[in-house]
């Protein structure tokens, strides 16, 4: 078990790709959790038994834009950390 382990961590690929991964799923959630402090900070909470927030209403439609805002603003979050990466990394 134990030099299977040091085969595993041995191989640099495999162990940089599990980082990488981790280090993706870690960024993804910082930008969830920024989107959701944005929604939620733009949320209107004095209106009483009214639209959603968020919402826009065309007829007897309601559009509820909330769950796409966070996503954009987490796709942002997320790509203005690769971008930033990117340019240390070609400056060094």
Same mark, same amino acid.
Not at 4 to 21: H, Q, R, S
Not at 50 to 66: A, D, K, R, T
């Given at each position: 078990?134990? @030099?299977?382990?040091? !085969?595993? =961590?041995? &191989? /640099?690929?495999?162990?940089?790709?599990?980082?990488?991964?981790?280090?993706? *799923?870690?960024?993804?959630?910082?930008?969830?959790?920024?989107? @959701?402090?944005?929604? !939620?900070? =733009?949320? &209107? /909470?004095?209106?009483?038994?009214?639209?959603?927030?968020?919402?826009?209403? *065309?007829?007897?439609?309601?559009?509820?834009?909330?769950?796409?805002?966070?996503?954009?603003?987490? =796709?942002?979050?997320?790509?203005?950390?690769?971008?930033?990466?990117?340019?240390?990394?070609?400056?060094?």
């Amino acid at each position: 078990m134990r @030099s299977e382990l040091k !085969l595993l =961590l041995g &191989n /640099t690929t495999l162990t940089a790709l599990a980082f990488v991964i981790a280090l993706g *799923w870690s960024l993804y959630q910082v930008g969830v959790a920024v989107a @959701s402090l944005i929604t !939620l900070g =733009l949320q &209107n /909470t004095s209106s009483e038994g009214g639209n959603p927030p968020l919402s826009v209403v *065309w007829g007897e439609h309601v559009f509820y834009f909330q769950p796409l805002l966070e996503d954009l603003i987490a =796709l942002a979050a997320v790509l203005a950390v690769v971008l930033a990466v990117q340019r240390r990394s070609r400056q060094s």
